[in-house]
């Protein structure tokens, strides 16, 4: 079995824990380059981004959200 079908595979049939392992894998080194507390801070800013990002795609301008966040 060649390297591309058994990636699919993994991500077809074991999504959840691919994924998982990738983001684990990601905070570790965080944790080893920086400190815990940096590579914390880095994490929310990642999942803000995320939800943002997020946002974004399903309502579409960067005003009407600005103005969800800011209210006059």
Do not use: Q, S, T
Request: charged letters at 25%; hydrophobic letters at 55%; glycine letters at 10%.
């Amino acid at each position: 079995m060649d390297w591309r079908r058994m990636v699919l595979f993994l991500l077809e049939e074991h999504r959840g824990k691919v994924l998982g392992a990738i983001i684990g894998l990601m905070f570790g080194l965080l944790v080893a380059v920086f400190n815990f507390w940096k590579a914390i801070f880095i994490a929310l800013c990642a999942v803000a981004g995320y939800h943002i990002g997020k946002k974004f795609d399903h309502k579409g301008n960067f005003k009407d959200f600005w103005d969800r966040i800011f209210p006059e």
